[in-house]
């Protein structure tokens, strides 16, 4: 996505970082760019508004439910495969990918 206009941070990576920034998990120097580019261009800062509404709605829907610990095992060593760079279960290696496109 890009509103057509120049901006020093590019529509593209303020839209490929959004989730880290509505969860505070940026620092203050990119958090600052990000709000910049949003004082500067509406089409982003109003996909960050329609993501920021749809977090809150879950976290009011779904706040207090807990995940089962077998599910949390699951996805916290799925985490840690795709962090060490192994294969994850389900996944096709880069090159079966290629080939699958062709």
Do not use: W
């Not at 120097?29 to 109003?46: N, Q, T, V, Y």
């Not at 508004?49 to 060593?77: F, H, M, N, Y």
Request: glycine residues 8%; charged residues 30%; aromatic residues 4%.
């Amino acid at each position: 996505m890009s509103c057509g206009n120049h901006h020093d941070t590019e529509c593209s990576e303020v839209l490929d970082h959004l989730y880290e920034y509505l969860d505070n998990e940026m620092g203050e120097g990119d958090c600052a760019k990000l709000r910049e580019h949003f004082d500067e261009c509406s089409p982003c800062l109003e996909k960050y508004g329609l993501e920021q509404a749809i977090k809150a709605l879950v976290k009011r829907s779904c706040g207090c439910d807990t995940a089962p610990s077998d599910l949390r095992g699951k996805v916290l060593a799925r985490i840690d495969r795709i962090r060490a760079g192994l294969p994850v279960e389900g996944e096709l290696p880069v090159a079966a990918e290629a080939t699958a496109k062709d």
